[in-house]
């Protein structure tokens, strides 16, 4: 699987707009893009998922750039409930042996 | 029903001391995992199982023996283990339609593991 990398830490205020940039490099042809949410003591959540362009759901926005290389999660107007560790992973969703693999994480406090 | 349930929620055991841990889903997923996350580190995959088969194994110590009796349970055993394997474990599932796992996969709640 394609390696991530993303900011360790950020920190937002109520009421704005995140954005949390993800780079893969070595994105293969067949990889989608998807991002998840994980609370202290609790398993992963499921955000967004995306291979190209633009990707919107009630809870998020998922930007691709053309040579995608790099994609961005963005939570609009966050609460304090956003306070939680964001992973982006890469894979291909074709590949029998997929693994599902987690980077290290960005870790959004958000403040009042 | 969209819930990956684990049981225990918590779980103190010793180091000659046989457990196990138990995921279900019934969501009709046919690929299955087990993570193990460490504090403030992400969640290290471990085994995944597709239509009830061992398809991955990470290189886990044998002392983690995982077993899927049927496509809604997954079991990992655990025996002889170390202070060191003290972590949350997380159970997991997705669709598997032919050769395709999809990468959105249901989490369970997870199992806090301390080992003395």
């Known amino acids: 699987l394609a390696k991530t990398t993303q900011p360790i830490s950020m920190d937002s205020y109520e009421g704005q707009e995140v954005n949390i940039t993800c780079s893969h490099n070595?994105?293969?042809?067949?990889?989608?893009i998807t991002w998840y949410q994980q609370f202290p003591s609790q398993g992963p959540r499921f955000i967004i998922q995306?291979?190209?362009t633009k990707v919107t759901n009630e809870v998020a926005s998922l930007f691709i750039p053309a040579d995608r290389k790099s994609s961005t999660l963005s939570l609009p107007r966050v609460s304090l409930s956003d306070t939680a560790v964001y992973y982006c992973?890469?894979?291909?969703?074709?590949?029998?042996?997929?693994?599902?693999?987690f980077g290290s994480g960005t870790r959004l406090l958000v403040r009042p | 029903d969209t819930e990956v349930t684990q049981t225990p929620k918590h779980l103190v055991m010793g180091m000659t001391n046989k457990k196990s841990l138990k995921c279900e889903q019934h969501?009709?997923?046919?690929?299955m995992y087990w993570y193990k996350q460490k504090a403030k580190k992400p969640p290290e995959l471990m085994f995944v199982?597709?239509?009830?088969?061992?398809?991955i194994n990470e290189s886990v110590p044998s002392r983690f023996s995982p077993e899927c009796p049927n496509s809604s349970l997954l079991n990992l055993h655990l025996h002889a283990l170390q202070p060191e394997d003290s972590a949350l474990y997380l159970c997991?599932?997705?669709?598997?339609?032919?050769?395709?796992?999809?990468?959105?996969?249901?989490f369970g709640q997870g199992t806090r593991l301390t080992v003395v």
């Open positions: 997991a599932s997705s669709h598997r339609q032919g050769r395709t796992m999809n990468t959105e996969a249901f």
């Open positions: 070595n994105i293969a042809t067949n990889d989608y």
């Open positions: 995306g291979y190209k």
């Open positions: 992973l890469v894979g291909d969703k074709g590949d029998s042996s997929y693994k599902l693999i």
């Open positions: 969501m009709g997923h046919r690929a």
């Open positions: 199982y597709s239509y009830e088969k061992l398809s």
